[in-house]
Nanobody
Framework: VQLQASGGGLVQAGGSLGLSCAAS????????TGWFRQAPGKEREFVAA????????KYKNTVKGRFTITRDNAKNTVNLQMNSLKPEDTAIYYC????????????????WGRGTQVTVSS
């Protein structure tokens, strides 16, 4: 499956952005889809993940209550709505997919898309 993330951009602190991950080549289901991010000089870190039937989600603690992950299997997309953005959310955001359980470990994900840059100015 090929993944493509889009929707990044520049936003002021406190603002909102919506990211989208589109799948091609295969249907998204029954994959778990996750969002990860990587800031300059830092490790790629988990942000959020959602199971194929959306009955299970997981978030990084620091984004809980601000970010929401949803999926539309009919459109083969997974979205990440990011509200109340902070400068520390600045990173390249990647979507990834795996079979199995929702996981926060990047090594568990088999498929990765190219990232999209999110920059939050203070």
């Amino acid at each position: 499956v090929q993944l493509q993330a889009s929707g990044g951009g520049l936003v002021q602190a406190g603002g909102s952005l919506g990211l989208s991950c589109a799948a091609s080549g295969r249907t998204f289901s029954p994959y778990v889809t996750g969002w990860f991010r990587q800031a300059p000089g830092k490790e790629r870190e988990f942000v959020a993940a959602i199971r194929w039937n959306a009955n299970s989600t997981k978030y990084k603690n620091t984004v809980k209550g601000r970010f929401t992950i949803t999926r539309d299997n009919a459109k083969n997309t997974v979205n990440l709505q990011m509200n109340s953005l902070k400068p520390e959310d600045t990173a390249i955001y990647y979507c990834a997919a795996r079979y199995g359980h929702v996981s926060e470990y990047k090594s568990h994900y088999h498929y990765w898309g190219r990232g999209t840059q999110v920059t939050v100015s203070s």
